[in-house]
């Protein structure tokens, strides 16, 4: 199917974002497109925010691809409208709230999300809100995101789009929607490369559902990223290094790179690192969940040939750059629902290499990318389990302290699990890289402590590891002890 | 290609067991067939064992497929030949040589395990030591389980074959070979439900690499299984009503119902369970990796319809009752490689109910299934977290408590995580099922306690609930409480 060239066609129900935010009953489940910040409904969270605020009472269940912007996770929050929030969020209302226990969370997986709410088996989706760039009777064009759009709609009883005139009609030529089916009439999916395409511009949905169209321009509210700091540039140099053996040995990467990175600064700081990174000819190929601001650079220099993500999370600035310049890009960049992106399916098929951050690591491997002191929720799991279990090779990248130096990262025990030990090959901080294949828990704990803690915190980490082995067990511990670090 | 009608073809060079034993260098690493403690090679380790015990200097490293038999995770650890061992175990000779650290053990995922042994990015195989039923030049068909064998293979610089005539010929008939690929020349599996054949009964190979041919006739060790308790069988009924609840509510349900079970007398109980099953005339299937003796009662029945697995797993009765009768099986059963039978694309495509133990829950959600106390391993993690990850549902069944009712198996914090509560969906013990799906925290919580936890220990868990829950966090919790329950 090819692109549209104009924005509404055909007999479309138009109506105000007012109008749109009455058809969402007062305890719905809505779900909404957006990912990575960006592409998610603008007008009508906003309309259902004030309704809020001028007295009805609204108690919303909210279903994303991924993070959204401040109209839901902040003005719906605030307007104390929403109850429950799925599966990932980024901004500090949201944070707060899930934190206070005031909105339930549960933090889900991103690759079988869009599955679950067609199925039913997560949540009964009532209406779908979905921010496209152009709809006719039966199909849609999503935005800067895609997500779980095509789950989202097929699964809501009533679909209400928002066509946002602040995002380029041209977005459609980067996308390429296919759709795996449901079990048991699910087949293999067809794509043999990460810059193919197999679908379609369009989303298609079933035109009985559609109850609204609401015109807007508001603009996304997407991630700002930080410069990066002299340990970000550290980490990616070890990255790196790192990079330039596993080239050599593993036959995987043989021929083809293909990277993903976790979204956030150093997910953008790393992408930064390989612009100068030597490959002896092998092409690099992004296979992930977000486009960074990084990843336009990689491009435009030739550092990469194809990018394939589910999201545009771009800053203002990377925005502005692509918007102005779509057809610069869109032979390279593919976004693809979030169930392709992330599908263990082709993360496997491609051998990719996935490289994510974490809160805290422990000395044995296990990686908490969520929770503060176990207790407090950051943004979520997002897709960094989809890519650490089913990539080639599974790199957990981050600094070996936390408060200027105050909190050692490497600790004898996470607080929280999100990766286990039996899900991550490699960790990297500033100070180097623990390559955790074939090792032992012992042998795992002594290379994290050499390698990647803060040379201020070896001796303590080597004092417990001593400590707990003086007990047998294949995974030396005193649990009391290890979490005394929390004090 | 037709199975074979003769146990050797062709010019091979047949050895005697110590012949072959001298060809596996001292510190090798040693690749073996084996799986579900059946299909191991045994003469070979069996001479290594003794070799050692003669005085040969032996450290070796062994890679299975899974669990294997007395000669190799016995023999050779008593002999003190073996170093290092992956990726499972099962015999209590392991267990204890890897508690007390003589032998170095990694616990792994099955499913992509061949894969890094072929890459050479986990171990370098030396030699493979395969079990088959038949071989000539360039091709052998593997015994009672396929596990990594046509990887270990492609992997090895060497390799020598048992054939097994103790094992039947017949086995051909169950087997199907297929490979996948490594990337980037990997593509889509074409299998399009369990009970399809899409390979070979050989494993094909590199015939310059056949170095030896040893002919045995010892039979498999392999496990023997309990008889349900009273408890096992509660937890089978509570594990039945649940799916009959989610039949009528999942429509990944509604057409055929596919089924994988983990290993051990809690799976093969849980399997019985379904006898009396009433599936409203929809078709059972079994997508697992093993297949256990109960599995051959539901085959006869009819109560399903094929069953696919890495490894015919039966006690000695059960393996007497398919030897004797195998063509009444061979329709019904597929033996497949663990990277096809353990597949994340396949688990996914064929929407999986995925029913697996543990050794300890917490409120949460998070399983523990390897570790004694945090410290001990027990048999290694296997391919549960293949299938909790990619089934369509996630089922964790264990009884509510250990040690005669001394012990919660419900806790408020596990003290290892091998299954996240972003990989659970569903809890059922001998108390009730919690279903956790679209749940918070703190709301997966008060459904595991009330619905799952034994009555004695229900309000001291609450009593840890509300005590966490006086400070803010998603995730209530009070570590060094929580961990005070190990004293």
């Given at each position: 199917m090819t692109a549209p060239s104009e924005r509404l066609a055909g007999d479309l129900p138009i109506v105000d974002a007012e109008a749109a935010a009455e058809i969402v009953p007062d305890d719905a489940t809505v779900a909404v497109s957006g990912f990575g910040s960006v592409g998610n409904p603008k007008a009508v969270p906003s309309a259902l925010a004030r309704a809020a605020e001028s007295g009805?009472?609204?108690?919303?269940?909210?279903?994303?691809?991924?993070?959204?912007?401040?109209?839901?996770?902040?003005?719906?929050?605030?307007?104390?409208?929403?109850?429950?929030?799925?599966?990932?969020q980024g901004r500090s209302t949201s944070r707060k709230a899930i934190n206070d226990r005031r909105v339930a969370f549960q933090d889900t997986h991103i690759a079988r999300l869009g599955e679950s709410v067609e199925l039913g088996t997560f949540v009964d989706a009532d209406v779908a809100i979905i921010e496209a760039v152009a709809v006719e009777p039966g199909r849609l064009v999503p935005?800067?995101?895609?997500?779980?759009?095509?789950?989202?709609?097929?699964?809501?009883?009533?679909?209400?789009?928002?066509?946002?005139?602040?995002?380029?009609?041209?977005?459609?030529?980067?996308?390429?929607?296919?759709?795996?089916?449901?079990?048991?009439?699910?087949?293999?999916?067809?794509?043999?490369?990460?810059?193919?395409?197999?679908?379609?511009?369009?989303?298609?949905?079933?035109?009985?559902?559609?109850?609204?169209?609401?015109?807007?321009?508001?603009?996304?509210?997407?991630?700002?990223?930080?410069?990066?700091?002299?340990?970000?540039?550290?980490i990616a140099d070890n990255f790196a290094s790192f990079m330039a053996q596993e080239m050599e040995r593993n036959p995987a990467l043989s021929e083809t790179?293909?990277?993903?990175?976790?979204?956030?600064?150093?997910?953008?700081?790393?992408?930064?690192?390989?612009?100068?990174?030597?490959?002896?000819?092998?092409?690099?190929?992004?296979?992930?969940?977000?486009?960074?601001?990084?990843?336009?650079?990689?491009?435009?220099?030739?550092?990469?040939?194809?990018?394939?993500?589910?999201?545009?999370?771009?800053?203002?600035?990377?925005?502005?750059?692509?918007?102005?310049?779509?057809?610069?890009?869109?032979d390279e960049i593919v976004l693809r629902p979030a169930d392709i992106s992330n599908r263990a399916e082709l993360i496997d098929r491609f051998g990719v290499v996935a490289v994510n951050s974490g809160v805290e690591i422990d000395i044995?491997?296990?990686?908490?990318?969520?929770?503060?002191?176990?207790?407090?929720?950051?943004?979520?799991?997002?897709?960094?389990?989809?890519?650490?279990?089913?990539?080639?090779?599974?790199?957990?990248?981050?600094?070996?302290?936390?408060?200027g130096g105050d909190i050692s990262r490497v600790r004898p025990a996470v607080t929280h699990v999100d990766h286990t030990e039996h899900d991550i090959s490699v960790i990297v901080t500033e100070h180097g890289v623990a390559d955790l294949r074939g090792l032992s828990p012992v042998e795992r704990a002594q290379e994290i402590i050499t390698e990647c803690a803060h040379p201020d915190y070896r001796d303590r980490l080597n004092d417990y590891l001593d400590h707990a082995s003086e007990e047998a067990g294949h995974t030396p511990h005193d649990l009391d002890v290890a979490y005394s670090w929390l004090d």
């Open positions: 009805r009472d609204l108690s919303l269940s909210i279903v994303s691809g991924g993070s959204t912007g401040e109209q839901i996770d902040t003005q719906l929050i605030e307007a104390d409208a929403m109850a429950r929030r799925y599966p990932f935005s800067t995101s895609i997500g779980h759009t095509p789950s989202y709609i097929a699964a809501a009883d009533e679909v209400i789009v928002e066509v946002n005139e602040s995002q380029p009609i041209e977005l459609a030529e980067v996308h390429d929607v296919f759709r795996p089916g449901l079990p048991p009439h699910r087949g293999p999916i067809p794509l043999s490369a990460p810059g193919e395409r197999i679908g379609d511009p369009w989303v298609e949905f079933d035109d009985s559902k559609l109850r609204g169209v609401v015109l807007t321009d508001d603009p996304d509210t997407p991630y700002s990223f930080r410069e990066p700091t002299e340990t970000d540039q550290r790179i293909r990277l993903q990175f976790g979204v956030g600064s150093m997910g953008n700081a790393l992408m930064g690192a390989l612009s100068s990174f030597e490959t002896g000819g092998r092409p690099l190929e992004y296979y992930g969940e977000v486009i960074q601001d990084g990843m336009l650079d990689l491009l435009e220099d030739g550092t990469f040939r194809d990018a394939s993500a589910t999201s545009l999370a771009l800053s203002e600035d990377g925005q502005a750059r692509l918007f102005e310049n779509i057809e610069r890009y869109d044995y491997g296990n990686v908490n990318s969520t929770h503060v002191n176990g207790t407090r929720m950051l943004n979520g799991i997002g897709g960094s389990g989809d890519f650490n279990r089913n990539g080639v090779v599974s790199v957990t990248a981050l600094p070996s302290t936390a408060a």
